[in-house]
């Protein structure tokens, strides 16, 4: 089972089939039910959406809600539950990645509970590589995929 | 006056085997979780394209064997070792199966999905050329009396 990080998440709304999402896909192919993203995840996208100009802004929403009916339809969207919540709070929340360097700088509590939905649900993170991600999989039991 | 052919008795060899078809299997669970389903019921079992179900007695003595992969036991309730004297009910059939087993049946059944061709650029919807800009949620912190 997958989560998609955000960054993966548009890449694969965004229908650009040269962006590494679609490699991996090709490669892992996974099954229509193994695939998920976090509501947080299209919550940022659906922000970021808003802040373009006004011509990409209106194909970006028609890619946005397009993505979003599939991965609806597939029962893939999750939603944030109490134990998301719960490690959340134990492992990631406020300063508990202060000793990292960069987390606090870089990673909004929206991002911390997409990964804390990742070790809550047992799912595989696919992100792209990053030394604060490294670092809070060597401290939870995440795990990731780094295309 | 035509000559009307007697009716041939049959050969008992050439004759369908009474059992659970590959079928109705398929009515049941789909084709293919049907087709790997019945791959891995155990070959004495099975003739053609139909599973002679095992009676209740005849799978304690095959229980072992079901754990092996490949060797699954369909047990059909309620039949006595006569099996041309009783109907075949898949619906009351019981399958005792090897979870390895299982898990590929389970795994056939799933629908067929390719995400890469869900997102693909298509008449309408063409594939961006640039991308929204992600941007670091809020770290506000709020205090908390306790």
């Known amino acids: 089972m997958y989560l998609l990080d955000s960054q993966q998440v548009m890449d694969l709304f965004s229908r650009d089939q040269t962006r590494q999402i679609f490699r991996w896909l090709n490669t892992a192919q996974p099954g229509r039910t193994e695939m998920f993203v976090s509501v947080l995840s299209l919550g940022q996208i659906a922000g970021a959406i808003e802040d373009m100009d006004a011509v990409p802004r209106n194909h970006w929403r028609r890619l946005y809600q397009e ?11 999750i939603d944030v539950d109490g134990a998301i919540v719960d490690v959340w709070q134990a492992n990631l929340r406020g300063n508990r990645l202060s000793d990292i360097p960069g987390a606090d700088d870089q990673l909004g509590e929206d991002d911390r509970l997409i990964f804390a939905t990742a070790i809550a649900r047992g799912y595989a993170l696919v992100t792209e590589a990053s030394p604060i991600l490294s670092a809070i999989a060597q401290r939870t039991t995440l795990t990731t995929i780094e295309l | ?21 590959l079928t109705a299997l398929a009515d049941h669970l789909g084709p293919r979780a049907a087709e790997a389903l019945f791959s891995r019921i155990d070959g004495s079992s099975r003739q053609g394209e139909v599973i002679i179900g095992t009676n209740v007695r005849d799978a304690r003595i095959g229980f072992s064997k079901a754990q092996t992969s490949g060797r ?75």
């Open chain 1, 67 to 77: 993505g979003r009916r599939i991965f609806d339809d597939a029962g893939g969207i």
């Open chain 2, 1 to 21: 006056m035509a000559l009307i052919d007697k009716p041939k008795p049959q050969d008992p060899e050439a004759a369908p085997a009474e059992g659970i078809s």
């Open chain 2, 72 to 146: 699954a036991q369909f047990v059909v309730p309620g039949r006595s070792n006569l099996r041309q004297q009783t109907q075949t009910q898949l619906s009351d059939g019981i399958v005792i199966i090897s979870l390895d087993d299982l898990e590929a049946v389970v795994r056939a059944g799933q629908e067929q999905f390719d995400w890469a061709a869900a997102f693909a650029p298509r008449g309408g919807l063409t594939a961006a050329t640039m991308s929204p800009q992600l941007k670091p949620g809020s770290r506000g912190r709020r205090p908390l009396r306790v």
